[in-house]
């Protein structure tokens, strides 16, 4: 438990009320600021985000003490960036930004996050990022250095969730609601494909799930036709799931496949980590630096190398969902995550007084 006499750092979080954020904000030498509601937003939703605005600053300069831009910049274009960096010049106040995106998974076009980036990546008192990876290319394409500070965990308890046993080894994959880093109806068919070669895995099912409500309807009707076809996929289209559910239906599967085209880091696969189930996905971005024992690296397109990643997952000690191997993965990975967490937490506590000074 932290104890401190010090008066807390007073931080203005775009956004405070992620989950990655409360993680690494949860010190008492620090204070977030809360979102602020967007106009006509419903209650819970901070983008787009009030605070990552010029005016806001100018307004609100007295209240805080640190800016710390996470995620939410692809609300706005690059000229009202630079307005909004030179808000926080004017009025004396230091930014720090994580880069978690150096691709942003909510675009296809990636010019309007690259032309962000050149503004905010120059603009940052201080620069974080998640992976040594990750830094060196910050460092190459801006000549800024970045600290490195790991993802924390997300997990909500530090023990499994408990799940019914099951006859079937589980490969699952999460397309969610089809954002535009989401590869869908190639990967179902490259996956239909690829478990038909898998042999010596027992009897096998593949979860491919889909959220009711989507962005692209007509890739979601493909993708349905695509696992009507296949005897060993099988589809679940619902609402999103809740912090528990997920967690309980992730810690079910022998393995879970990353459904990325691009991207930079992932929560998803550092939520699979901590639950104890190996991960197949793309060589895009800076994944596989995160957790490299558990990431099985793969063009997830070709079948025949899919194939083989996702056999080499299923055969990993861990990878039973009920296995004593994924217990005992659980319970050290949950020690070394915890003091991680502490790492971060005091990392960024530090850092805020630094700047504050």
Avoid at 286 to 296: D, E, I, R, T, W
């Amino acid at each position: 438990m932290h104890q401190t006499d010090r008066t807390p750092v007073r931080v203005a979080s775009v956004p405070a009320g992620h989950p990655y954020v409360r993680a690494v904000t949860q010190h008492p030498a620090i204070e977030v600021l809360p979102d602020p509601l967007p106009e006509g937003a419903e209650p819970g939703r901070w983008w787009p985000p009030v605070m990552l605005d010029a005016d806001w600053v100018r307004a609100h300069a007295d209240d805080f003490d640190v800016f710390h831009l996470h995620f939410g910049a692809e609300s706005y274009d690059a000229e009202h960036l630079r307005r909004f960096v030179a808000a926080l010049a004017e009025v004396g106040r230091p930014l720090v930004h994580t880069v978690h995106d150096l691709e942003n998974p909510q675009l296809v076009d990636q010019a309007p996050h690259v032309e962000a980036l050149d503004v905010l990546v120059p603009a940052a008192a201080e620069l974080i990022t998640l992976t040594a990876t990750a830094a060196a290319e910050i460092e190459q394409r801006w000549g800024r250095s970045a600290r490195v500070l790991p993802h924390p965990t997300l997990l909500q308890h530090e023990e499994l969730p408990e799940t019914e046993p099951i006859r079937f080894r589980v490969i699952g994959v999460h397309l969610r609601d089809l954002r535009p880093n989401i590869v869908g109806p190639e990967l179902v068919a490259s996956l239909a494909e690829a478990v038909e070669s898998l042999g010596g895995v027992g009897p096998l099912r593949v979860e491919i799930s889909l959220h009711e409500h989507v962005r692209d309807e007509a890739a979601a009707e493909e993708i349905a036709a695509i696992v009507a076809a296949a005897p060993r996929l099988e589809l679940l289209r619902r609402p999103r799931l809740g912090d528990e559910a997920l967690e309980r239906e992730l810690a079910a599967l022998d393995v879970a496949l990353l459904p990325y085209r691009h991207g930079t880091h992932s929560g998803w696969l550092e939520l699979c980590h901590d639950l104890g189930v190996p991960v197949v996905g793309p060589r895009v971005g800076h994944l596989a630096a995160q957790h490299p024992s558990g990431y099985l690296a793969a063009d997830i397109l070709r079948p025949d190398a899919l194939a083989e990643a996702l056999g080499a997952a299923l055969a990993r000690p861990e990878s039973p969902s009920h296995s004593d191997a994924r217990r005992a993965a659980v319970h050290d990975r949950s020690i070394a995550r915890a003091a991680e967490t502490e790492r971060v937490r005091a990392a960024h506590a530090a850092l805020y007084e630094e700047l504050a000074r």
